[in-house]
């Protein structure tokens, strides 16, 4: 068997339910719904509804954002393009640092800039 079928293996088997007695009132049966903790994907975001299913999805958005500006902090120079120099309109060959990344070639990133008040 292969790898993919393992993994389909594994996440298609789950445990067997709770036979519910059959005097059960329907107080105790919705008890032990309660204490069931066999939830699936779709049975939590049935309990958080749409908001709190885009509420987490929006967490997990920005985390993984600021993941990102930790690893990537910098951005490419929009105005020299990165190359951390301007060549002359008319003279191509005469060049000068770039004013605005000061001849570094790259910008620290919005989100670095207002998250963690960074040059």
């Given at each position: 068997?292969?790898?993919?079928?393992?993994?389909?293996?594994?996440?298609?088997?789950t445990a067997a339910p709770n036979p519910q007695p059959e005097n059960a009132t329907a107080a105790?049966?919705?008890?032990?719904?309660?204490?069931?903790?066999?939830?699936?994907?779709?049975?939590?975001?049935?309990?958080?509804?749409?908001?709190?299913?885009?509420?987490?999805?929006?967490?997990?958005?920005?985390?993984?954002?600021?993941?990102?500006?930790?690893?990537?902090?910098?951005?490419?120079?929009?105005?020299?393009?990165?190359?951390?120099?301007?060549?002359?309109?008319?003279?191509?060959?005469?060049?000068?640092?770039?004013?605005?990344?000061?001849?570094?070639?790259?910008?620290?990133?919005?989100?670095?800039?207002?998250?963690?008040?960074?040059?």
């Amino acid at each position: 068997m292969n790898m993919a079928h393992h993994i389909a293996v594994v996440l298609g088997t789950t445990a067997a339910p709770n036979p519910q007695p059959e005097n059960a009132t329907a107080a105790g049966q919705a008890t032990g719904q309660a204490a069931d903790t066999n939830s699936t994907m779709a049975d939590i975001a049935a309990t958080l509804g749409p908001t709190g299913t885009m509420l987490v999805l929006a967490m997990a958005a920005f985390a993984f954002y600021v993941v990102s500006l930790s690893l990537h902090p910098n951005a490419k120079c929009h105005r020299c393009k990165g190359a951390g120099r301007h060549r002359g309109a008319l003279f191509s060959y005469a060049q000068r640092p770039c004013t605005s990344c000061k001849g570094r070639g790259v910008h620290p990133r919005i989100g670095r800039r207002i998250l963690f008040k960074q040059p």
